[in-house]
């Protein structure tokens, strides 16, 4: 059974700084995986989706990696801004027409202005 | 603004009641997903709908019961539900695995009293 984590739970970054969000998972043979931004008592957005033969995804300031092999992907934000505060979601669809995406619990970002 | 758009945004029901939750998106998407979200944790899905039928129950109670009257239209059914269920919910949809994100909802909040 797949499953997905993310480190750190939580991060407080000033106004600027360059971050970088993780995310792991246990069963390499995923088929895409995707990053999700929420905001308090709001739907998810999607950011950044990776296919499986794909290394990187970039959107604007967003740059989203994956290595199957180790198991993790990291998202990058350049330059972060407070408009960027919400917490971060990946998670893996780890079977082809599954439709089913394992989620990690999130990393809360706030950008201090 | 999302483009895909869940009636009510907040709903307050009795055990006893009946109510149902509306999602529809007019993207062309084929595949549509509720989800259950508690507070601080991940989407959890719940059904999938492709083509308008049922692909995936994740051994949903059947106090909750989903219906797709159309490819632009999904409801989730409520009847006799219990103060656990409370939480928010989101319905996606996608135009299909394996290269294309899900889009979501801004979900409606349920409490049960």
């Known amino acids: 059974k797949q499953e997905v984590t993310q480190i750190p739970a939580a991060l407080s970054v000033p106004e600027g700084e360059n971050l970088v969000l993780n995310c792991s998972f246990t069963?390499?043979?995923?088929?895409?995986l995707q990053w999700f931004r929420q905001d308090p008592g709001k739907g998810l957005t999607s950011l950044l989706l990776i296919q499986s033969s794909q290394r990187e995804q970039t959107s604007g300031r967003l740059n989203a990696s994956l290595d199957k092999s180790s198991g993790r992907s990291t998202l990058y934000i350049a330059a972060s801004q407070p408009g960027d505060s919400a917490t971060y979601l990946c998670a893996a669809d780890s079977g082809a027409g599954s439709y089913q995406l394992t989620f990690g619990k999130g990393t809360k970002l706030s950008v201090i202005p | 603004d999302t483009e895909v758009t869940q009636t009510p945004k907040h709903l307050v029901m009795g055990m006893t009641n009946k109510k149902s939750l509306k999602c529809e998106q007019h993207?062309?998407?084929?595949?549509m997903y509720w989800y259950k979200q508690k507070a601080k944790k991940p989407p959890e899905l719940m059904f999938v709908y492709s083509y308008e039928k049922l692909s995936i129950n994740e051994s949903v109670p059947s106090r909750f019961s989903p219906e797709c009257p159309n490819s632009s239209l999904l409801n989730l059914h409520l009847h006799a539900l219990q103060p656990e269920d409370s939480a928010l919910y989101l319905c996606a949809s996608s135009q299909g695995p394996p290269d294309q994100p899900q889009h979501f909802g801004d979900g409606t909040r349920l409490s049960i009293l």
């Open positions: 993207m062309g998407h084929r595949a």
């Open positions: 069963d390499s043979a995923i088929y895409n």
